[in-house]
């Protein structure tokens, strides 16, 4: 599947919206990049160099296991 990233007119934004929403979602997927998408898409980009550079570190799933179970219990008394 390929991405595509458009500037578009205010006055022509929802005629667009309304033709990409007559497919499929297996054919065509709107999505709205938000700023949160973009921080997002940055962070994965510089995890994906850091492995791909072999530079990114690794552990042991009993280990991430721990670390995942005092992240939980820390922001337990949040919920």
């Given at each position: 599947m390929q991405t595509v990233k458009l500037r578009v007119n205010d006055g022509v934004y929802d005629k667009l919206i309304l033709l990409l929403s007559k497919f499929n979602k297996d054919e065509?997927?709107?999505i709205t990049e938000t700023n949160d998408f973009a921080k997002n898409q940055k962070y994965l980009d510089n995890e994906l160099y850091e492995i791909l550079s072999r530079k990114a570190k690794?552990?042991?799933?009993?280990e991430a296991n721990q670390q995942l179970e005092k992240i939980i219990k820390k922001r337990e008394s949040r919920i």
């Open positions: 065509v997927e709107i690794f552990v042991e799933m009993d």
